[in-house]
């Protein structure tokens, strides 16, 4: 079974609206983080935003939040006021603790802004 | 501030040539990863180094051998190349393995083509 799962291959947005892209995962870990990554068409990996699971809010950086439900072992990021710039390929990512390890991605969404 | 990089930027090989990738760190961080990249799949483990000293395989580890040479430096080597090694590959850093919350930091990727 996939540990980080998203669903959306590609979302199209315009300017200045807000988007959310989707991300599960699956775990039995109590104590995870999750992270999210962006990917531009340069190919470097960028690293936007992290939550954990035992935060009790919900972690902002800028235009970038993360809508964590718990319960639905969900990590959906919101992009608030799409630029042209966030036109990218994003990754959901998850570091387990008791495996301690690396990150498991995605498979990614690849995002494009329209003006 | 050159964070993590990574040489060579491009490299073709002929199926059963060797070559090393070259990874350095200057954020004098302890660990260090290897991760492919394929269309579709997103980022996939190779190998991972916790500290100085220690390498421990990841999800895709065949056909793969790593060094860490010292703190700063983590190589990857394909000895005999197979097309199916035809893949972009990344290098990362963290400060610490099992610290869930630090972001791992990635070098700009390998471009590698086997013919």
């Known amino acids: 079974a996939q540990k980080i799962t998203q669903t959306q291959p590609g979302m199209f947005v315009q300017e200045k609206e807000a988007v959310t892209l989707d991300c599960t995962y699956d775990?039995?870990?109590?104590?995870?983080?999750l992270f999210w990554y962006k990917q531009p068409s340069s190919g470097e990996m960028i690293f936007l935003i992290y939550q954990g699971s035992y935060d009790q809010q919900n972690a902002t950086e800028g235009r970038y939040s993360l809508n964590f439900q718990k319960a639905r072992k969900s990590a959906n990021l919101v992009i608030s006021a799409s630029q042209l710039g966030d036109s990218a390929m994003y990754f959901c990512a998850m570091r387990e603790g008791q495996a301690g390890t690396a990150l498991i991605f995605g498979k990614g969404t690849t995002l494009s802004v329209s003006s | 501030n050159a964070g993590v990089t990574q040489t060579p930027k491009f490299q073709v090989l002929k199926t059963g040539q060797s070559m090393t990738l070259q990874c350095a760190q200057d954020m004098n961080h302890n660990s260090m990863y290897w991760y492919r990249q394929d269309p579709g799949m997103g980022l996939r483990l190779i190998y991972y180094?916790?500290?100085?000293?220690?390498?421990d395989k990841g999800e895709v580890p065949n056909g793969y051998n790593v060094s860490r040479l010292n703190k700063r430096e983590f190589s990857l080597r394909l000895e005999s190349a197979a097309p199916s090694q035809t893949s972009v590959y990344f290098c990362?850093?963290?400060?610490?393995?099992?610290?869930?919350?630090?972001?791992?930091?990635f070098g700009d990727g390998t471009r590698l083509s086997i013919l």
């Open positions: 990362a850093s963290s400060e610490a393995l099992r610290d869930r919350g630090q972001p791992q930091h």
């Open positions: 775990t039995s870990d109590p104590s995870y983080g």
């Open positions: 180094s916790a500290s100085e000293g220690t390498t």
